[in-house]
Every structure is written in C-alpha cells, then in structure tokens.
T-cell receptor, first 112, second 115 residues
Framework: GNSVTQMEGPVTLSEEAFLTINCTYTATGYPSLFWYVQYPGEGLQLLLKATKADDKGSNKGFEATYRKETTSFHLEKGSVQVSDSAVYFCALRSGGSYIPTFGRGTSLIVHP | DVKVTQSSRYLVKRTGEKVFLECVQDMDHENMFWYRQDPGLGLRLIYFSYDVKMKEKGDIPEGYSVSREKKERFSLILESASTNQTSMYLC??????????????FGDGTRLSIL
C-alpha cells in the first residue's frame, strides 16, 4: 500500500533561517505529490504540488522537487517568517484512487 | 476559488446525543471526505463519497455514518456521541477531472467537544 513519512516536529527556527522538512513515500504506480499547510485554527490548504519526476512545485517561497529515485519530496524555504508558523502535511495520490495518503504532519514554529 | 463550508466552527454536545456535522462545497466536485484530526495522529479518514448516495468506509468508521443526498452536501452523523469522539473534524472535496493530480480542498474544520 501507499505510505508517507515525514520528519517529526516540532521544528523550531529563528526568522530568516533556512527550512527543510523531509518527506519520503512508498506508492504503487506513479503518484502525484502534494504539500498542504494548516495555519492555526484553519483547515488544510494546498501549498504546492508536483505530478511527475523532477518536477518542482513552488509557492510563497516554498519549493519541493519530485525525486523518483529517492522517493522523496522535501519541502524547502530559504528564509522563513513568523507567519510561516503552521503544520505542514506531505501527501500523495496514486492514479485510480480517489483517496490521498497523508503524512502525520510537521509543526513549524518560527521565532522573531 | 473553491469553497468548502462547514456549518459550525465549534460545537459542544452531550454524551448520547445524535450529532450532525454539515459540509457544503460549491465547485461541483464528485468526491467528498470526512476526516478527524487528533494530536499526534494526523488525519484519519472516516468516510468518503464519490457520488450522490454513494459512500465508502474509511479507516475509522465505527460510531459514525454519513449522508449524501445532493452532490454539494455531505453530512457526518454521530449516532450516539461519546467522549472519545471529541476531536477536530475536517471536510474535504476533490474533483475526478484530470486524474490523480487534483488536490483536496478543505473546510476550516469543526472543533467538537462531547461532554
């Protein structure tokens, strides 16, 4: 079956630090990969996605590259802000299935 | 923009009550989902529906039922609420158009407390 593994949090950083949140996956077939973000008190929202190998998704300064050879989709940002404090979820969806597989989420706390 | 609206942000009910959580989406999506979110456990799928009147059990359906009488509306029902159903409930929808690269769209969640 499919699975997504994310690094456990919380990840605590100072403002303007570099961020990496690791995500690796196992999947049948050729999945699409997603990062979602959940701000305090809100639902999840799509941050970025990639649908094929070597694709790079990007949004709001965040980036992630679909690495088929290492089955990874790590989230990066060069300079985090306090407003980036949130929970980040890595997810995949394989062709033929309506149901995505989510990682457990990684909490990011950014201090001024 | 897709909007998924959950009827309540906060809800307090008593043990044994029948509880209804409502969700409406405005993008004509075929798929709708109910999750619960608990600290340390991530998102767990309760039920999903891929069409009107169609439903399938997710990972934790016990104690819950669902109803989808119209395409835009998906209701979660706690038949007899218990304290272990205190949680954050998230509704989501997604399209079947375009295959597996379609993301889910989430509501803001309902924080349900069972006393």
């Amino acid at each position: 079956g499919n699975s997504v593994t994310q690094m456990e949090g919380p990840v605590t950083l100072s403002e303007e630090a570099f961020l990496t949140i690791n995500c690796t996956y196992t999947a049948t077939g050729y999945p699409s990969l997603f990062w979602y973000v959940q701000y305090p008190g809100e639902g999840l929202q799509l941050l970025l996605k990639a649908t094929k190998a070597d694709d790079k998704g990007s949004n709001k300064g965040f980036e992630a590259t679909y690495r088929k050879e290492t089955t990874s989709f790590h989230l990066e940002k060069g300079s985090v802000q306090v407003s980036d404090s949130a929970v980040y979820f890595c997810a995949l969806r394989s062709g033929g299935s309506y149901i995505p597989t989510f990682g457990r989420g990684t909490s990011l706390i950014v201090h001024p | 923009d897709v909007k998924v609206t959950q009827s309540s942000r906060y809800l307090v009910k008593r043990t044994g009550e029948k509880v209804f959580l409502e969700c409406v989406q405005d993008m004509d999506h075929e798929n709708m989902f109910w999750y619960r979110q608990d600290p340390g456990l991530g998102l767990r799928l309760i039920y999903f529906s891929y069409d009107v009147k169609m439903k399938e059990k997710g990972d934790i359906p016990e104690g819950y039922s669902v109803s989808r009488e119209k395409k835009e509306r998906f209701s979660l029902i706690l038949e007899s609420a218990s304290t272990n159903q205190t949680s954050m409930y998230l509704c989501a929808s997604s399209s079947t158009q375009g295959g597996s690269n379609q993301p889910q769209h989430f509501g803001d969640g309902t924080r349900l407390s069972i006393l």
